[in-house]
Every structure is written in structure tokens, then in C-alpha cells.
């Protein structure tokens, strides 16, 4: 394997959609570390199935787009974010097209499927139910085919670097743990969200909140964390993974039953199983617990739809579902929520930049405001298409102010790891693993889809007692625990701030939506949590 450069021009730490996408835009501007945690190809990307949103069919328009998505968002979007995604969406996917990306079509037509809470059929989808893992496909062949990009597999960032008043490099640790220090001029960290925080997920297993500690742990602002959302349908069988179940399901016409078989969702929105996901994840929720089933469960129903059209759309979910023996066309599906994305995450500007100089994030990482307190259906990609395109493009335009400055020695900050790398006296220290085990239990029992305040302070005093035993930060695993304690720690001190309901964001002790209070961005600048 190449052996890694000590110094470059700009570092992006991840290799999804966000991390691609910057890193072409830079490429023109200097050299490009590319890393990925892991293989290239295992990122969330690659799980995205139902599709990217962009209003690009003859009976759309960017206006409706940008409505449902501020819908979506419950008040809180930053609109000039969100009016950025929809009207940059179909040139950034006509670009995908060019670059090769095989969307489904009808004959030469692009066709379009309708997900939770959008007015029009606007998602597009590849391969059926593949749609990330095509799109990442064409861009990594793009980033192929330019040479100032070095692509990196199995480096794990461990911290940033903070030279003078700015982020001028980082640490890694490769496969076998040895450290390697990499300075550049500036970072983006591209690093995907953190759903490993709980318990139930469907994210993959990168996905522990390393961009957002890191962050953090350099003096970055960070924003909404508490707004995490929980994807209505997750497969639940014993022993099989909670394997996402697209919304584009329901977008076809699937049906959500409970123990007694019977629908429920009209009951509680007039959209009904396209509702938005939030009100979805707590229908789910309250039928478990007024079923009066000896083991209550949910399940997603197909079986009145065309079984050969359901195959073929979704070959991904009917082959995955099969190896546990349920046929999607005709057995009732047993599902339940589980952490699916992270709307909050590095508080940046509409071109990436953080608090931070040098210091750039975009993707599920990052806190543009975008989302606001909901994900929109398949705006995901579409964000890291267009923020990751825009903030390789900002980088770029600083690299003349950059390229004449040496990066100073770096200097690795003081991090919750480095502090808790020596244990005190007489304190147990568990296996990384037995540690992220009971932060995700913790999280998902008194910081999830339903929230209260004496749960909160609950986790949050569990949590900082928790600091003493962090395993000592000498493998991967060790860190990312301490990533996954950090960002846990950070939404819910976020969640006990915010006392009101909205969007994911859901209290019983504060049921109702309060926009004279709190119609704002919350921030986490070091101690502090505000309200702007």
C-alpha cells in the first residue's frame, strides 16, 4: 500500500456522497487525501436506499420542493439553506447523470416514486432499491480519474489538529494502531452521523459520531443535536439486523398494521402511512403500548400489492428479507423505529465552514440548519451532493490564502479520551465494547424516540459518571466508544435544553411546540448550550 503523505493541501475524512462530492471540487485546486474509516465502500451512502429527492419531473417545481422540506422541518429549516438545496439539486444531479450514474428509467424517462411527507413523486432510485450505492459507484469512478486525489481505506481519524487559531492537520490510526500525523491546510470532515449512539440503528457500524467529538474536542460549535431521527420501519426479527425498510415502500402503497392487524396510521395523521417520519416512529411507538398482545408488534404489510413489481423494485429488501425467511410479496413484516439520521452536527456556514478556520464539514456531520427539527425524505443524498460540492468549492477559493501559509505544528487538543486514558484508583475500566453496549442501551431507554426531563438528567448523570471508566484510547474501538460517550453526552444535554416538542424532538413533560422560546437553532459552544 502507498505509504501516506505527512503533508498536503486539504484532507476530507470520509468517503460518502459528501466526501466524494468535495473531494472533485478540490481537486482542481491542490492535493486531496481522501479517507475512508474503513473499506471505500462502507459508508451510509452506500445503505441509502429509497432515493434522492430533486424536482426535476414535469409535474414538480423547485417552490413545492422547498415547501415540503420546510415542512418537514417544523419551523426550525434555515430557508436559505433549504431554498440552496432544492434550487442546486438538479444541476448537481444532472452532473451525476453526465458522470454516469444509471438512474431507473422508463424507456429514456427518468421515473419518479413519492416517499413520507412530499406533494409530488420526486424521488429518483437506482437499481430499484440501491440508489446510494449507484451514486457512490459513479462518483468514486470519477474520483478515480483524477490524480491529485489519493484515496485512502482502514484510516481511522483519531483527532484534529490545532495549530495557532486553526485545524492544520490530523491523527490517524491505521489498521495495525500505529499513528500517523497528516498536516494540511484545511480538513473537511465528511464523516457521516453518529446512530450507533443507540441501541436499535440502522446505520452501519462507522456510523459512531467521530466528525462530531472530534469536533467538538477542537472548540467547534456544534447545533441541534437533539434532533435525531428514528426511521419508522426497521426489520425486527431476533437475530437479523434492523435492516432499513424504505419508505418508498409506503410510498407504493404499503400498509402499517398492529398486533390485531388492523391500519392505524389514519387515526393519527390524515396523510397516513405518508406521514412525516416523526409522527410515524410515535404511532408505532403508542400501538406497542396499548397493545394488549402478550409480545405487541407492528408490522409492515405488502401483500395486496403486485408481488413480481414489488421484487423487482426492491430487489435489495426482498433478498435480505428472504435470508430470514420472510417473502416481502407475501408474509406481513414485523418492523419498530430505530435511529436512522442525525439532522444536527458541526454548525457551519452555507459553504461549510465551521468555527473553527481551517475547519470545514459537510454531510450528515454537519448543522446547516437544512433539516431543520425533521428530515424530508431522500434529502439526505441530495444535501450531501449539494454541501459537499459547495464546500470543496469554498476550500478551494481560500487555497490561495492557504497554499502561501505553511500549516504551523500541529498540536494534538486535549481531548475526553486523552484525559481519560489513566484511569483513577480502584475504577473498573470495561472493554470498548461493553462500554458503547451500555451507552446504546442507556440512550435508547431515557434519550430516544420519547423524552422526559428526569430521563434526561438521568443519562446525563449516568454519562459524566461514565468519564472515570472510558476504556484507555489505544485502539480504534477505544475511540470510537469515546466519540459515541461524547456524542451521546451532546444530545442529551441538547434534549434537556430544549423544552418543547417539535419535529423529532419529542417530551412528554413539554408536549407542545413554543416558538416564542424556542423557534431557535440550539448550540453547543464547550459548556454552554444557547439558543439562536
Not at 490524480?147 to 483527532?159: P, Q, R
Not at 462500554?435 to 438521568?458: A, C, E, N, T, Y
Request: glycine letters at 10%; aromatic letters at 6%; proline letters at 4%.
Amino acid at each position: 500500500m502507498k505509504a501516506l503523505p505527512e503533508e498536503t493541501d486539504f484532507v476530507v475524512v470520509g468517503a460518502g456522497i459528501a466526501g466524494l462530492r468535495a473531494a472533485i471540487a478540490l481537486a482542481s485546486a491542490g492535493r486531496v487525501l481522501l479517507l475512508a474509516k474503513n473499506e471505500l465502500s462502507e459508508s451510509a451512502t452506500q445503505y441509502a436506499q429509497g432515493g434522492i429527492a430533486v424536482a426535476l419531473s414535469d409535474e414538480d417545481e423547485i417552490g413545492l420542493h422547498l415547501q415540503d422540506t420546510l415542512d418537514a422541518g417544523d419551523g426550525l429549516c434555515n430557508v436559505e439553506a433549504a431554498r440552496i438545496l432544492v434550487e442546486e439539486g438538479p444541476e448537481r444531479i444532472q452532473e451525476l447523470i453526465a458522470w454516469g450514474t444509471e438512474f431507473d428509467r422508463n424507456g429514456t424517462r427518468l421515473t419518479f416514486t413519492r416517499e413520507g411527507a412530499h406533494s409530488r413523486s420526486r424521488v429518483l432510485h437506482a437499481h430499484g432499491d440501491s440508489t446510494g450505492r449507484e451514486i457512490g459507484r459513479a462518483l468514486y469512478a470519477k474520483a478515480r480519474t483524477l490524480k491529485s486525489i489519493t484515496l485512502a481505506e482502514f484510516e481511522f481519524t483519531v483527532d484534529l489538529c490545532v495549530g495557532g487559531d486553526r485545524v492544520s492537520g490530523l491523527t490517524l490510526m491505521d489498521s495495525h494502531g500505529h499513528l500517523h500525523l497528516v498536516r494540511a491546510a484545511a480538513v473537511l470532515l465528511a464523516s457521516g452521523g453518529m446512530g450507533q449512539v443507540y441501541r436499535e440503528t440502522t446505520n452501519p457500524g462507522v456510523a459512531t459520531g467521530d466528525g462530531m467529538a472530534m469536533a467538538f474536542c477542537a472548540g467547534a460549535d456544534l447545533a441541534d443535536m437533539e434532533f435525531v431521527q428514528f426511521h419508522p420501519t426497521a426489520l425486527y426479527l431476533k437475530g437479523a439486523p434492523r435492516f432499513l425498510l424504505s419508505e418508498a415502500l409506503r410510498g407504493e402503497g404499503a400498509y402499517l398494521r398492529n398486533s390485531e392487524l388492523l391500519r392505524f396510521m389514519p387515526k393519527y395523521h390524515p396523510m397516513g402511512e405518508l406521514a412525516p417520519r416523526d409522527v410515524v416512529a410515535r404511532a408505532i411507538l403508542h400501538e406497542l403500548e396499548v397493545s394488549s398482545a402478550p409480545q405487541p408488534v407492528v408490522y409492515l404489510d405488502m401483500t395486496h400489492m403486485d408481488g413480481p413489481h414489488l421484487r423487482e423494485r426492491f430487489p435489495r429488501i426482498h433478498s435480505t428479507c428472504l435470508k430470514y425467511n420472510v417473502d416481502i410479496a407475501t408474509d406481513l413484516v414485523p418492523v419498530r423505529p430505530a435511529a436512522h439520521y442525525a439532522m444536527g452536527g458541526v454548525r457551519t456556514d452555507l459553504d461549510g465552514r465551521t468555527s473553527v478556520p481551517g475547519l470545514f464539514a459537510a454531510g450528515e456531520v454537519s448543522g446547516t440548519g437544512v433539516h431543520g427539527a425533521n428530515r424530508l425524505a431522500s434529502n439526505s443524498l441530495l444535501e450531501g451532493l449539494v454541501f459537499g460540492a459547495r464546500a470543496g468549492a469554498a476550500m478551494c477559493a481560500e487555497s490561495g490564502k492557504l497554499s502561501g501559509k505553511k500549516p504551523g505544528k500541529a498540536r494534538r487538543r486535549r481531548s475526553a479520551k486523552a484525559s481519560a486514558s489513566t484511569p483513577a484508583a480502584g475504577i473498573k475500566v470495561p472493554a470498548a465494547d461493553e462500554f458503547i453496549h451500555s451507552v446504546q442501551v442507556l440512550m435508547w431507554k431515557k434519550v430516544g424516540i420519547v423524552r422526559d426531563g428526569p430521563s434526561l438528567r438521568q443519562a446525563i448523570a449516568s454519562l459524566h459518571e461514565w468519564r472515570t471508566c472510558l476504556p484507555p484510547g489505544e485502539s480504534r474501538r477505544a475511540c470510537e466508544a469515546a466519540n459515541l460517550h461524547q456524542s451521546a453526552l451532546l444530545i442529551a444535554r441538547s434534549a434537556l435544553a430544549r423544552e418543547e416538542s417539535r419535529g423529532a424532538h419529542y417530551r412528554i413533560d413539554f408536549p407542545l411546540r413554543n416558538d416564542a422560546q424556542f423557534n431557535k437553532h440550539s448550540i453547543v459552544r464547550g459548556d454552554q448550550i444557547l439558543f439562536e
